[in-house]
């Protein structure tokens, strides 16, 4: 079966503090999206990458597909990034596999 | 533009009862999905669209029916609850199958 799995399951940091968020899957993907699940639920995709790394503000997200495995970095963290964080994959043309998620909480 | 809006955002039922979760989206999307998230799991796709008067059974799709008869509009209808469709429900939208989805606030649901 299709997997995708996150690590950590939950992670506090202080303030100011540089993130990693890890995302591995079992067999080759299409794509892979990283997601921010508020705590007051709302969810807003972040990222959709294939290859490489994209940035936006202080978030980054990189993949490497022949390790199978894909990173979202948080630069200068902030009380706000507080969130659930969730990777999906897109294996071949079938429909989203969702990790569990990464809950984050930043220390002010 | 609202998006994707959802109503209603909390509701209870008993078991038997039947209701509609309404989903809409102004962004002329032709793909639409809905998902129900439960605690120590991932987002489950339950029922999608790739456009009106299409739709096909995700992962989870028993005690559910969809219908599109518009763009816009995708409602899922729970036949008879049970309250293992306890779960909080996310209607999102994309342009088309595999590109970003927007999602809706989500409706949480209790089923007694």
Redesign the interface.
């Known amino acids: 079966k299709n997997e ?1 799995e996150q690590s950590p399951q939950n992670l506090t940091a202080q303030e100011g503090e540089f993130i990693t968020i890890n995302c591995s899957y079992s067999v080759g993907i ?2 892979l ?1 990283w997601l921010q699940q508020h705590p007051g ?5 972040l990222f ?1 990458l294939s290859s490489g790394k994209k940035k936006h503000g202080r978030l980054i997200a990189t993949i490497n597909i022949q390790e199978k495995h894909s990173s979202l970095h948080i630069t200068a963290s902030h009380p706000r990034d507080s969130a659930v964080y ?1 990777c ?1 994959v ?1 294996f071949g043309n079938e ?7 990464t809950r984050l909480t930043i220390i002010p | 533009n609202a998006g994707v809006t959802q109503t209603p955002k909390f509701q209870v039922l008993k078991t038997g009862q039947s209701m509609t979760l309404q989903c809409a989206q102004d962004m002329n999307h032709e793909y639409m999905s809905w998902y129900r998230q439960d605690p ?6 339950i029922h ?1 669209s790739v456009g009106a008067g299409i739709t096909d059974q ?2 989870v799709p028993n005690g559910y029916n969809v219908s599109r008869s518009t763009t816009e509009d995708f409602p899922l209808r729970l036949l008879s609850a049970a309250p293992s469709q306890t779960s ?1 429900y ?1 209607c ?1 939208s994309s342009y088309e199958e ?6 809706g ?2 409706t ?1 649901l209790l089923v007694l």
């Open positions: 995708v299409s794509a999206h639920g709302g969810i807003v995709s959709m969730i999906a897109r429909k989203l596999t969702f990790g569990t998620g | 120590g799991m991932g987002l489950r796709l999608y995700g992962e909080v996310f999102a595999g590109q970003t989805q927007y999602f606030p989500g949480r």
